[in-house]
């Protein structure tokens, strides 16, 4: 399933880069994406996503402001949103119950892209790392000064002067100082 989710982003990166936009010409189709617990689906003629978890049987949906670009990633129990746009406003993910989770972000931003595993996912925004718990539903921030480094259901930041660690158990971030 991580490889699958790899290559849909991977692609879509591609796409976007070439100037290409998933919706500017597919505005008015639906399609959905999914993993081995959530459906994902976009709505057609809309910026709106309906979200199912198969461990709780309902459908939830959310709408992203016009302005953003919003396209599904998913992980195993998890799905993340890779946003484009003048003023994004929050991080979006759907946890394991197909609840959406946001998590305001300080100040506007025009990109976000998730770093997605199995139970975890991590969007640095301008030298912050937002990470997400599928399991719990939980985002928690921390200073970002290098890039994490994302597994199955963990986060890392090994930074020169410390190490932080965000796990999908705790919905949390520890750090700890490796200098005196």
Known sequence: ?????????????????????????????????????LVVVKVKGANEFLAYSKTVGKWNSFTFPKAVMAVPVVGNGICAFQLEGEAITEVVAVDLKGNWCTSKLPAAAKKCVPII??????????????????????????????????????????????ISVFSSATGKWAVAKTTK
């Not at 399933?1 to 290559?7: H, L, T």
């Open 1 to 37: 399933m991580f490889n699958r989710s790899i290559v849909f982003a991977a692609s879509l990166t591609c796409l976007l880069l070439a100037g290409g936009s998933m919706f500017a010409q597919d505005a008015d189709k639906s399609y959905y994406i999914q993993s081995d617990m």
């Open 117 to 162: 595993a199995d139970d975890v996912v991590v969007c640095v925004v301008d030298g912050t790392a937002h990470a997400f718990s599928g399991e719990l539903g939980k985002w928690d921030s921390v200073a970002a000064s290098v890039t994490p480094q994302v597994s199955k259901d963990i986060a890392m930041i090994v930074a020169p002067d410390s």
